[in-house]
Nanobody, 122 residues
């Protein structure tokens, strides 16, 4: 009923920038919060950044000052602007959207995208 799709990953050199996008679609009554997670090889999936419906933003300490999360409510889209990338930022980045589904019961749902790969070369 709700789908999430990430895009924008790629290969960049240390110090470069990428902009990730996450588009939510389907039977959405309301998007409550949107978050970016990442998983590097050999590491657990970790929270990178999140943004609430009110625009409150939170960042992991490791990306503070380098990444910026934003959302376009008219498009149900979230972005992650990543600047001054480091090799440690390499991993698969996942979008997670906390929504209220537009059905009669209006259940809550946490929906994950398939991920987009970010590789930062040394």
């Amino acid at each position: 009923q709700v789908q999430v799709a990430e895009s924008g990953g790629g290969l960049v050199q240390t110090g470069g920038s990428l902009r990730l996008s996450c588009a939510a679609s389907g039977m959405i009554f309301k998007i409550n919060s949107m978050s970016w997670y990442r998983q590097a090889p050999g590491h657990e999936r970790e929270s990178v950044a999140s943004i609430s419906s009110r625009g409150d933003r939170h960042y992991a300490d490791s990306v503070m000052g380098r990444f910026t999360i934003s959302r376009d409510n008219t498009r149900n889209t979230m972005y992650l602007q990543m600047n001054n990338l480091k090799p440690e930022d390499t991993g698969v980045y996942y979008c997670n959207v906390d929504v209220t589904v537009a059905t009669m019961s209006r259940p809550g749902a946490s929906v994950w995208g398939q991920g987009t790969l970010v590789t930062v070369s040394s």
